[in-house]
């Protein structure tokens, strides 16, 4: 059994989740509500909830600023948001989980099926709040998902994105390849506009590794560690546009 609490600064927003919750989800257990930042950080503590179901803004502050005044994270994070186009592309870079506003019953019900049992390593989430945190400021780092675990690396490190199936390769400035269990398509939404270009239904380059441009049909680029990447047809004038840009 979870033991949950809700922290939202709208009374409508609770109790919907916690009627969800009740209704749905026999492994969690609410335990306490706070409407605000303060009052949330006072239930942790005094509660010690596996799980955490959190508003990103709120009248004193947001959840970010929460789980920054926070000593230890030893619980499990489920955001709660109305659409904040760069609040959403913080929670993707670290790979936690998120449900938008207005509540989604089977939305709410999904990200429940995802969590992990109270033995779950606390260094991970952890990590991945510090991932969230660093990218408040802009967008450093990226929590990504492998066979083995989750990797934590620089954005800046990242060379290349290549599709394998439903996996995608990350070819990092170190000459490491790391397998992650995404597809490129979700990489595509979460890194474009951070100097990376989908240039290939395969590929998406980080615009700071391109060496060359050969010309073509739609062309080559040779990036700096002297691998060759074929630009499709319909993504050359994109990446031609970037290039010179």
């Known amino acids: 059994m979870f033991r949950a609490i809700i922290i939202d600064d709208e009374f409508d927003s609770r109790n919907t989740i916690q009627n969800i919750l009740q ?14 930042v303060k009052q949330g950080i006072q239930q942790i503590r005094s509660e010690k909830p596996d799980v955490v179901f959190l508003d990103i803004q709120m009248p004193d502050g947001t959840g970010f600023n929460l789980l920054e005044e926070l000593e230890q994270i030893n619980f499990q994070v489920i955001f709660v948001t109305a659409f904040d186009q760069y609040a959403l592309k913080a929670i ?72 394998d199936n439903n996996y995608t390769y990350f070819r990092l400035q170190s000459g490491e390849n790391i397998l992650v269990t995404k597809t490129l398509k979700e990489y595509d939404e979460t890194l474009s506009g951070n100097d990376f270009v989908r240039v290939h239904q395969s590929h998406l380059v980080n615009m700071n590794f391109v060496s060359r441009y050969l010309k073509g049909d739609g062309g080559t680029i040779i990036m700096s560690d002297g691998s060759e990447v074929e630009v499709s047809r319909r993504r050359k004038e994109e990446f031609l546009r970037r290039m010179n840009a």
Not at 27 to 36: G, P, R, T
């Open 92 to 163: 993707k870079f670290s790979a936690l989980d998120y449900i938008l506003k207005p509540v989604d019953p089977q939305q709410l019900i999904d990200a429940v099926a995802k969590l992990k049992t109270p033995e779950i390593n606390f260094e991970t989430v952890t990590n991945k709040i510090n991932t969230l945190l660093v990218n408040k400021k802009g967008f450093e780092r990226i929590s990504l998902p492998t066979f083995e675990g989750y990797r934590f690396i620089s954005i800046k490190d990242i060379i290349r994105c290549e599709a």
């Open 23 to 36: 209704n749905y989800c026999e492994n969690i257990s609410v335990v306490a509500h706070a409407e605000n």
